[in-house]
């Protein structure tokens, strides 16, 4: 992790409990994240990114690099939030990679939010090696996005090479019609 310089990465961390949300703003500045701004919940973070989009000298940033956000908050929780960067026309920066942090790792819950279009998931409790981790990942390992009637979001397939069992399962490929990849 030493190798990188996150010193002109802008984040924006969305996360409704004040002890957690010092923990990770202090953990970011650690990694030498050079600006992190927290707000408590996912509207929060919305009337934040519109700021950023009709104010930008007044906020003091242009563009939001990397968006961390909690799932369970109120009014807004995550997958909320989610739901608006990736899919609402008054979204910024429908590209930005997303990072939801969430206690709940149910099969289920991860599905959920990976087909809402996350970037990456960060299980409860972290460490700071995993936020570096996840970090790393999203600079080193960049997917497309992928536009679809029922999707829009990074590529799900991480996996690349032969199809496992040699048996193809995916409906749709990257030439289907229908099937649009933006390079972002």
Do not use: C
Not at 18 to 46: M, Q, T, Y
Not at 98 to 114: K, N, W
């Amino acid at each position: 992790m030493s190798d990188y310089d996150f010193d002109r990465v802008n984040v924006l961390l969305a996360e409704d409990s004040p002890f957690i949300r010092s923990l990770l703003v202090n953990s970011l500045k650690v990694l030498g994240v050079g600006n992190v701004f927290a707000v408590e919940h996912g509207g929060d973070a919305i009337h934040f990114l519109q700021r950023v989009k009709n104010e930008p000298m007044k906020i003091g940033v242009q563009q939001i690099d990397l968006i961390i956000s909690n799932w369970d908050m109120h009014p807004i929780d995550g997958m909320m939030f989610l739901r608006w960067v990736r899919r609402h026309k008054d979204s910024p920066d429908r590209f930005t990679p997303f990072v939801m942090i969430t206690s709940y790792t149910e099969p289920e819950r991860v599905l959920q939010a990976r087909e809402m279009g996350v970037t990456e998931m960060l299980a409860k409790p972290f460490t700071i090696n995993g936020i570096g981790e996840k970090l790393m990942s999203i600079i080193e390992r960049p997917r497309q996005f992928v536009h679809t009637k029922d999707y829009f979001g990074p590529d799900r397939r991480r996996m690349k090479g032969d199809v496992p069992g040699g048996v193809e399962r995916r409906v749709l490929k990257d030439k289907s019609e229908g099937v649009e990849i933006i390079r972002g």
